[in-house]
């Protein structure tokens, strides 16, 4: 099943901090997070596995909780360059790659 | 070094026609996967490989959808009597695929092709 992503869109300035959430009904092996600027293919951004670890990337890191079954990626002092749409994917077991990605966070910077 | 490729970029055909659609992955990559993405949508999960093995071929809407992989490597997904519900940018990814291996699991993602059926 599809992870549901929390929002669906949100605009910045510069400089803003923002956070997207993403659910899942099924329990979790890992969380995958992507971005894809318009036009352009998705781009990795990290991958956490279970146990609550937090992972950080530039300014952006995530936090994954096993037993809510969910994650967040939290963007702070936000960048022009941040804007995309912000995709979470999922795994239910170590030894399948398989992900299910939900349907995106599309984040907008402003001047 | 090469990432993910695929051709053709852009393919404009007629509903009824059949469509073959390419993917070379990163070399040495054992995992492929296939995803549809229509127009302002998320990634729709379509096959995935291992080697030249489909362990999952769960997403494919019809069966008119097939893939196939060859020496572990390139992969071609067939579209057979196209249909306009099927116009949509069609990515492949290529991963380690080594389980258990967080590092593994990253996916390369090509730069799509995107299929427009009249």
């Known amino acids: 099943q599809q992870p549901v992503q929390s929002p669906q869109a949100v605009i910045l300035r510069e400089g803003e901090d923002a956070v997207i959430n993403c659910s899942s009904s099924k329990a979790l092996y890992s969380v995958h997070w992507y971005r894809q600027k318009h036009g352009e293919a998705p781009v990795f951004l990290m991958i956490?596995?279970?146990?609550?670890e937090q992972k950080g990337h530039e300014k952006i890191s995530a936090s994954f909780n096993e037993k809510k079954q969910q994650s967040s990626l939290y963007l702070t002092a936000s960048q022009l360059s941040y804007s995309g749409t912000y995709f979470c994917g999922t795994g239910n077991s170590g030894g399948y790659q398989k992900v299910t990605f939900g349907t995106g966070t599309k984040l907008q910077v402003i001047p | 070094g090469a990432g993910v490729s695929q051709s053709p970029s852009n393919k404009v055909t007629e509903k009824g026609k059949d469509v073959e659609l390419r993917c070379d992955p990163i070399?040495?990559?054992?995992?492929l996967y296939w995803y549809r993405q229509s127009l302002g949508q998320g990634l729709e999960f379509l096959i995935y490989f291992q080697g030249n093995s489909a362990p999952d071929k769960s997403g494919l809407p019809s069966d008119r959808f097939s893939a196939e992989r060859t020496g572990g490597s390139v992969s071609t997904l067939t579209i057979q009597r196209t249909q306009q519900e099927d116009s949509a940018v069609y990515l492949c990814?290529?991963?380690?695929?080594?389980?258990?291996?967080?590092?593994?699991?990253?996916?390369?993602f090509g730069p799509g092709t995107r299929l427009t059926v009249l």
């Open positions: 956490l596995l279970k146990g609550g």
């Open positions: 070399s040495g990559h054992t995992a």
């Open positions: 990814a290529s991963s380690h695929g080594l389980a258990g291996l967080v590092w593994g699991n990253e996916q390369f």
